[in-house]
């Protein structure tokens, strides 16, 4: 990834929002530099940037690349996350914004950044998951009931990965039940003897 993502990411880890400096590169970068992380940029708080019109489909890459600078604005990296309704609501709304977007691009970025987390599942982590799962299954029913989340599936029956419980409780509140009905066995062995196990058994049911 170039200089500007990289900068922005060691920023957003560091200091937790991006420097005018960074901020001033991204909006005389390149316009090949800037595809698919305008409305990004936007939401970490650098000047908005249209993107071009009529483009093809943004890469998968670079645009759960994207989501992913904005989940560490909100230290999703971490077991106390902080966010409010409206904020994951624009998050939500800029992570759609390029072309080619998916819901399935918010659950992969999501997916990626738990693990950096402390082991284990705590509060903050759960409600924010359960939040994301309204936002992407119940809010965009026809669009979520549209795309694939197989990749997801076989991740975490993929013996070479086991899921954290922070993955397995994301699983739980965004798969579509006929994929999670066979990851049953992941899930609550990820999930075994935390306060969670229960709930996440009534949820599979």
């Not at 420097?19 to 800037?34: G, K, N, Q, V």
């Not at 699983?171 to 990851?183: F, H, I, M, R």
Request: aromatic content about 6%; some cysteine; hydrophobic content about 45%.
């Amino acid at each position: 990834m170039n200089t500007i993502i990289t900068s922005a990411e060691r920023e957003l880890r560091t200091i937790g929002t991006l420097s005018d400096t960074t901020c001033r590169s991204f909006m005389t970068a390149d316009e090949r530099i800037r595809r698919g992380f305008e409305a990004s940029f936007a939401f970490l708080g650098c000047p908005m940037i249209n993107a071009p019109s009529g483009e093809a489909p943004v890469p998968v890459v670079r645009r759960v690349t994207a989501i992913r600078l904005m989940m560490l604005r909100l230290g999703i990296h971490t077991s106390d996350p902080h966010w409010s309704s409206q904020v994951l609501e624009q998050l939500i709304e800029a992570a759609l914004q390029p072309s080619g977007a998916q819901l399935s691009d918010i659950v992969r970025a999501l997916f990626a950044l738990l693990p950096e987390a402390p082991p284990g599942l705590s509060d903050t982590q759960a409600n924010l998951i359960r939040e994301i799962g309204v936002h992407v299954v119940g809010r965009q029913r026809r669009r979520y009931a549209a795309e694939d989340f197989s990749w997801f599936a076989q991740l975490l029956i993929d013996l070479r990965s086991k899921p954290t419980a922070a993955q397995a409780y994301l699983a739980v509140y965004t798969l579509p039940p006929a994929l999670a009905s066979q990851c049953i066995a992941p899930i609550i062995q990820a999930l075994h003897l935390t306060r969670f196990e229960e709930e996440v058994k009534q949820q599979l049911e």
